[in-house]
């Protein structure tokens, strides 16, 4: 299976990169740009056939490794 | 005899300049440690050096703190013994919790790499008895990802445990925006836990150690260290 996990900066902690994008594309004219967050996207490939133990992998690997949930929120979707 | 250590992940690379301060200005044992070593008896204070450990990939600090030798610093910071991450290492150590917090990109999203003056706000501490709170010490800086976050309630408790050990000032010693190289929350520069025997900060000491080098304000830090063991 492959777990998909979209991480992004937390609601209301500062995010440098998304303010200069939104920045950038202002500057080319996209006037109705109000906000960018820039994030990352991490695909994990794992040995599972069942479904809702890979969910439960899936949080156990965001809590302990892939995402900082003092500064990041995270999705995920797990895919066949 | 006392004894240091100076951790070695792949991509450190203050640890030379660090091992090098420890034995030559301080004239004390060191002794490079493995990332993947565990017994670390026989140390009294170990230091996490500045670099870029496993390439600051997925955030900086994250892959170093899943290593056997981070696992064992827990139990090393337990029995009271002496730790201090300089830069990546404060990364780490935020990292692998062993302090509170995170270090998030600079607010201006650039590298800085310069000389920065840092308010003493505890001399209360293993890491700064040398100094008096208020002095201001001369260190420099060289960091993409320093900007300190946690959130308010922990704020609070530090505060209130006076675990805020330095702050972003200007030459006078002002805490003000304009001083704040990075973003960091309340100019945050440099924390320790609550048994204040794990100390992190963003400036490099060991970059401050020799008149040479520009200052010896770095000095003030080490020589805390020498003074508790």
């Not at chain 2, 500045?50 to 955030?59: A, H, K, P, Q």
């Not at chain 2, 001369?138 to 408790?157: F, M, R, S, W």
């Not at chain 2, 304009?178 to 973003?183: C, E, R, S």
């Not at chain 2, 945050?188 to 025997?197: E, L, R, S, V």
């Amino acid at each position: 299976m492959l777990v998909k996990f979209y991480i992004k900066p937390r609601k209301g902690v500062l995010d440098p990169q998304g303010r200069a994008v939104a920045e950038n594309l202002r500057s080319l004219g996209f006037d109705q740009v109000k906000d960018v967050k820039v994030g990352k996207y991490i695909e994990v490939y794992i040995e599972e056939s069942d479904k809702e133990k890979a969910v439960e992998k899936a949080k156990e690997m965001a809590r302990k490794a892939l995402v900082n949930d003092l500064i990041e929120d995270y999705e995920f979707e797990v895919v066949d | 005899m006392l004894k240091f250590g100076v951790a070695v992940y792949p991509g450190s690379n203050c640890d030379y300049d660090t091992y090098t301060v420890i034995r030559d200005i301080l004239e004390k044992e060191v002794e490079f440690i493995d990332y993947r070593r565990t017994d670390l008896r026989g140390f009294d204070c170990i230091v996490l050096p500045g670099g870029f450990s496993f390439g600051d990939y997925l955030r900086p600090g994250t892959l170093a703190s899943h290593t056997p030798l981070t696992y064992a610093l827990k139990d090393f910071a337990k029995k009271g013994k002496y730790i201090i991450g300089i830069c990546n290492g404060f990364q780490i150590l935020t990292e692998s919790h062993l302090l509170p917090g995170a270090l998030m990109p600079n607010d201006h999203g650039k590298f800085i790499c310069k000389h920065q003056y840092l308010r003493v706000e505890n001399s209360n501490t293993p890491f700064t008895n040398q100094c008096e709170d208020g002095q201001i010490l001369k260190i420099p800086i060289a960091h993409h990802d320093g900007n300190y976050y946690v959130d308010q309630d922990t704020l609070k408790e530090m505060e209130d445990n006076d675990q805020i050990i330095l702050r972003y000032c200007d030459e006078f010693g002002n805490i003000t925006q304009d001083a704040n190289p990075n973003g960091s929350l309340k100019n945050i520069a440099g924390i320790c836990n609550k048994d204040k025997n794990v100390f992190g900060l963003m400036p490099h000491p060991e970059r401050a150690s020799e008149s040479l080098l520009g200052s010896e304000d770095g000095l003030y830090i080490l020589r805390s260290i020498l003074n508790s063991l």
